[in-house]
């Protein structure tokens, strides 16, 4: 497991130094303001670094407040009407019908009814991250094999035990793609929240920036959405690898 760590360590690492060298090639070769170099963005993230640092944890408070909302009731619902075919029939077309639709588009309406403040910011990635989570574990939960299920019942469980020993752990490592998947499309719409009637997050500062013509700190916003990306990924996999230890136990150091 140890040899495991530090190889998946030396590939970051690898990674992240590729991408920098990929990066200063195209500023090099495109030689325009709009696109600075890595080393005159790091002096931005220096320079604006205060700043800069308020409007990440802004961010990542409404990420990760709406995504942890949206984990508390999509998961739930999604694993009880997974399994209750009776539910499944009434909520599964609901949930297909308002699926599709950009949730994006309700902001305007969230707006009026909640305020310019983290509210609506925190509810439009509630509402997005809710029906990621529920799909996929409503399909997780209806889709386990019969046979997990009946060899616990044959044990003596409880409907409680069923569910607690056999069907969440079952399910868990969707749950867990689902929070992935989530957090990436959260980050996105939070991006464009924070572009209309705020002066605070990661968004506003990016645009901004932006608006000002100063590249190298627009390019700092990026820089500092993708680190809280990346971080919030990284804490995710470490809290799966505590929760489905089994996931790991057969994989090769």
Same mark, same amino acid.
């Given at each position: 497991?140890?040899?495991?760590? /530090? %190889?998946? +360590?030396?590939?970051?690492? $690898?990674?992240? @130094? !590729?991408?920098? *060298?990929?990066?200063?090639?195209?500023? &090099?070769?495109?030689?325009?303001?709009?696109?600075?170099?890595?080393?005159?963005?790091?002096?931005?993230?220096?320079?604006?670094?205060?700043?800069?640092?308020?409007?990440?944890?802004?961010?990542?408070?409404?990420?990760?407040?709406?995504?942890?909302?949206?984990?508390?009731?999509?998961?739930?619902?999604?694993?009880?009407?997974? /399994? %209750?075919? +009776?539910?499944?029939?009434? $909520?599964?077309? @609901? !949930?297909?019908? *308002?699926?599709?639709?950009?949730?994006? &588009?309700?902001?305007?309406?969230?707006?009026?009814?909640?305020?310019?403040?983290?509210?609506?910011?925190?509810?439009?990635?509630?509402?997005?991250?809710?029906?990621?989570?529920?799909?996929?574990?409503?399909?997780?939960?209806?889709?386990?094999?019969?046979?997990?299920?009946?060899?616990?019942?044959?044990?003596?469980?409880?409907? /409680?035990?069923?569910?607690?020993?056999?069907? $969440?752990?079952?399910?868990?490592?969707?749950?867990?793609?689902?929070?992935?998947?989530?957090?990436?499309?959260?980050?996105?719409?939070?991006?464009?929240?924070?572009?209309?009637?705020?002066?605070?997050?990661?968004?506003?500062?990016?645009?901004?920036?932006?608006?000002?013509?100063?590249?190298?700190?627009?390019?700092?916003?990026?820089?500092?959405?993708?680190?809280?990306?990346?971080?919030?990924?990284?804490?995710?996999?470490?809290?799966?690898?505590?929760?489905?230890?089994?996931?790991?136990?057969?994989?090769?150091?």
């Amino acid at each position: 497991m140890n040899n495991s760590r /530090r %190889n998946s +360590t030396r590939t970051m690492i $690898v990674t992240i @130094m !590729a991408t920098i *060298a990929i990066w200063q090639g195209l500023s &090099a070769a495109v030689n325009i303001p709009a696109l600075p170099g890595p080393y005159d963005v790091a002096l931005a993230i220096r320079h604006v670094a205060p700043d800069l640092g308020s409007h990440m944890l802004i961010s990542a408070w409404r990420v990760i407040a709406g995504s942890l909302i949206a984990l508390w009731l999509g998961a739930p619902l999604g694993c009880l009407v997974g /399994r %209750n075919h +009776t539910l499944d029939r009434v $909520v599964a077309p @609901m !949930a297909y019908l *308002a699926y599709p639709v950009p949730k994006i &588009a309700f902001l305007p309406v969230v707006l009026l009814f909640l305020g310019l403040g983290d509210a609506s910011k925190i509810f439009i990635i509630v509402l997005l991250v809710f029906f990621q989570i529920f799909v996929t574990t409503r399909d997780a939960a209806r889709n386990l094999p019969p046979g997990l299920v009946y060899s616990v019942k044959a044990l003596g469980a409880t409907p /409680r035990d069923i569910y607690i020993h056999a069907i $969440v752990p079952a399910i868990l490592p969707e749950v867990f793609t689902a929070m992935r998947i989530g957090l990436g499309t959260g980050l996105a719409t939070l991006f464009f929240t924070e572009t209309f009637a705020t002066f605070h997050g990661l968004g506003y500062f990016i645009m901004d920036a932006w608006s000002r013509a100063a590249y190298d700190e627009m390019f700092a916003g990026i820089v500092a959405l993708s680190t809280l990306g990346f971080t919030l990924f990284a804490i995710l996999d470490a809290i799966e690898r505590r929760v489905c230890r089994w996931k790991y136990i057969s994989r090769p150091s």
